[in-house]
């Protein structure tokens, strides 16, 4: 008998699985305490916000890098993991060391960040609708994330203690997307069958 397999999210991306899922839940969760942290401690400014947004990507980076290490196992997928934690530590170490820039480029970062990532998850949704029953979960995500990226653009025009809320906002939802998607990067356990 023919079995089929079920495609995810994670495969259609180009990410593929990894033994450090745990790692990338991990800074998930780190997440989420930044941004409530934001939120409890507006007066702290755009400054704070810059530089935690810094060490975060410094943090996903490097765990990116890690997750890049598993390549004997998904030769597919290493070059992804090792580009994007390229990039976030590029970026990281740009943000710690200009605060002036990244005070300006903040909004704009979180902008085409959150628009990136909204358009590939609408149309993973739509590539993965007839062979994965969660596909409207990565739709509305993908939407959500477009509209965060929308009111980030919005930002000139907003107070700065709306920007710091949405920037809380931002780190949050990002924590929770992070954690979703590590489930989809675990691997699946092989049965053997005698």
């Given amino acids: ?101 990244s005070e300006m480029i903040l909004p704009f970062f979180f902008a085409f960040a959150f628009l990136f990532k909204g358009v590939n998850n609408i149309v993973s949704s739509i590539a993965i609708r007839n062979i994965n029953s969660s596909w409207w979960m990565y739709m509305l995500n993908g939407i959500l994330m477009m509209l965060i990226s929308f009111m980030f653009f919005y930002m000139p025009y907003m107070s700065t203690y709306a920007v710091l809320f949405l920037s809380a906002l931002a780190f949050i939802y990002w924590g929770i997307s992070i954690i979703a998607f590590s489930f989809d990067l675990k691997p699946e356990k092989k049965v053997e069958i005698e």
């Fill in 1 to 101: 008998m023919h079995k089929t397999t079920v495609m995810d999210i994670s495969v259609i991306n180009f990410w593929g699985k990894t033994k450090f899922w745990w790692v990338v839940m991990l800074v998930g969760i780190a997440f989420i305490p930044m941004g409530l942290w934001i939120i409890f401690s507006p007066v702290i400014g755009y400054e704070v916000v810059s530089i935690l947004l810094g060490w975060a990507l410094l943090l996903y980076g490097i765990v990116q890098l890690l997750v890049s290490s598993d390549s004997k196992r998904y030769k597919h997928t290493w070059g992804w993991w090792l580009a994007g934690g390229i990039l976030d530590i590029f970026i990281g170490f740009l943000l710690l060391g200009n605060i002036a820039l």
